[in-house]
């Protein structure tokens, strides 16, 4: 694919105290994949008058691991084949590490397997990539999202991304022609190097003398901070779209024990014959082998098998918010084995979640920005001004269909292309252009948000073979061409 080179300036301003400030071009608030593969997009087309900030105080090895699906790789191969191919890479080291742990070769690519409560199978879905790729025209990888942070922050030049920078207001500057950003930083970052951010540090005047806060303008500003984006709840409080402002809790939440000790052997057994059997990973639901599937809302256990042969579950509930606040680690394990037992599962299942020790019991709500509304509130733009909103920052979800990434790089891909044109064009500060450009983005990405959305919370591919191949053209299948407008 061709990428343009940009012979692009670095934009200064006189301010009434005469002191001459710098304008970026782009600053990309949020250092994670999405955000940096914005950057790498944009700097690979000679935008190279940007920064990319996170509140992070430094770069740590956290997070789960990512799913990269072929829409998603063919997504960041058009933003850049250079990450493309890293990605790749580790992705594809990272499956071979888990199959060959014991140092065997496998047998047969490994599988995820989707079983229902009497252990027969539904749906067997290969994670080799070249399995995707004979199918779709790209591959699958998994990848730890630090190692995925890791490697697109390589690509870039290291002071183009900053950690430590914690955005605290957006503020439009008509008058300098661009949009400022004010940060906090924590001054003390070297005595502690690896601290995150303490809820108390909300409270500026606590901690005065630790805090600094700085400022800085750019002609565009993309919002890649999360589904708790700091941008886009400055963007819509106090606004008729405030209730938009902060994400709505999705009805769905998660609970999960990485870690089981002293399984008994013969347990072990019976989870390996009648769930595992050569599949390192399985999803076991009230589903029937028939397309007759059972309600959204019956739990779901993503049963895992790791390298080093212990075994841990995440298992998806439909339960009210207010069930899950403030609960100790045997609170969640008292309510997962409720809710296993309401719902039928084995006695083989319920057995291994007896084991789970509460100390390793987590619960993770999940929220959601809806791409469309069923009430007659009036939708948000994702967009306002320079301000344009990317990722779960404009439609985080439930992770079900595992297209959070994917459908944050088509974003990304699509943000780069329009960026680029208005570089190219030379309309930094044509209004005018920048609101059509984002106006573009956005027509071409909610009609898809909003049929992925229905797809994670329905799980209508799951229902049938046929729904599940219509859902693969949807959406692995399609021309990227056209997210580059």
Not at 59 to 69: A, E, K, M, N
Not at 140 to 167: F, M
């Amino acid at each position: 694919m061709q990428i343009n080179q940009l012979n692009l300036r670095t934009n200064t301003v006189t301010s009434n105290s005469n002191k001459t400030m710098e304008i970026y071009d782009v600053v990309i608030v949020g250092a994670g994949p999405i955000g940096l593969a914005t950057a790498i997009g944009l700097h690979r087309r000679g935008i190279e008058n940007i920064l990319v900030i996170d509140q992070t105080r430094a770069f740590r090895q956290v997070g789960q691991v990512l799913d990269l699906l072929p829409n998603g790789l063919k997504a960041l191969k058009y933003l850049d084949e250079q990450a493309y191919e890293a990605v790749k890479k580790t992705g594809n080291g990272f499956l071979n590490t888990q199959q060959s742990h014991d140092q065997k070769p496998a047998k047969t690519s490994p599988t995820w397997v989707y079983k229902n409560l009497q252990g027969q199978l539904i749906r067997s879905i290969p994670l080799s990539f070249d399995h995707w790729y004979q199918n779709y025209g790209e591959g699958r990888v998994s990848i730890a999202w630090y190692d995925l942070q890791t490697g697109l922050r390589n690509l870039l030049p290291p002071e183009r991304v900053k950690a430590n920078h914690r955005c605290l207001n957006v503020v439009d500057e008509p008058e300098n022609n661009c949009v400022r950003i004010d940060c906090v930083s924590d001054q003390k970052i070297e005595a502690n190097p690896y601290a995150y951010w303490a809820e108390g540090d909300q409270n500026l005047d606590t901690t005065p003398q630790k805090l600094t806060t700085k400022s800085l303008r750019a002609k565009l500003i993309v919002a890649a901070d999360g589904i708790n984006s700091t941008v886009r709840r400055v963007l819509y409080e106090n606004s008729p779209y405030s209730d938009f402002a902060r994400p709505e809790y999705s009805g769905f939440t998660a609970v999960s024990c990485r870690e089981i000790t002293d399984v008994p052997p013969e347990l072990q057994t019976q989870l390996a014959e009648k769930f595992f059997e050569d599949s390192p990973i399985v999803t076991i639901s009230n589903d029937q082998t028939s397309p007759d599937t059972a309600s959204i809302d019956e739990p779901r256990m993503m049963l895992f098998r790791r390298p080093d042969g212990l075994l841990g579950y995440i298992l998806h509930l439909a339960v009210p918010l207010a069930s899950l606040q403030e609960k100790s680690g045997s609170d969640l394990l008292d309510l997962a084995m409720q809710q296993l037992e309401k719902a039928g599962f084995p006695d083989v299942i319920r057995e291994l979640v007896r084991l789970s020790p509460p100390s390793n019991m987590q619960q993770r709500p999940y929220y959601i920005h809806h791409a469309t509304t069923s009430d007659t509130k009036p939708q948000p733009a994702w967009s306002k001004g320079r301000v344009v909103l990317v990722g779960d920052a404009a439609h985080g979800m439930p992770p079900f269909m595992a297209q959070g990434a994917n459908q944050g790089f088509e974003d990304a891909l699509a943000v780069t292309t329009l960026i680029t044109q208005i570089a190219e064009t030379k309309n930094w500060d044509n209004q005018e252009a920048i609101a059509t450009a984002f106006e573009k983005y956005e027509n071409l990405r909610r009609p898809m948000m909003a049929y992925i959305q229905r797809a994670t919370l329905t799980k209508f591919p799951h229902s049938s073979d046929a729904e599940w191949n219509k859902y693969g053209k949807q959406v692995y299948h399609r021309n990227f061409d056209q997210l580059t407008p």
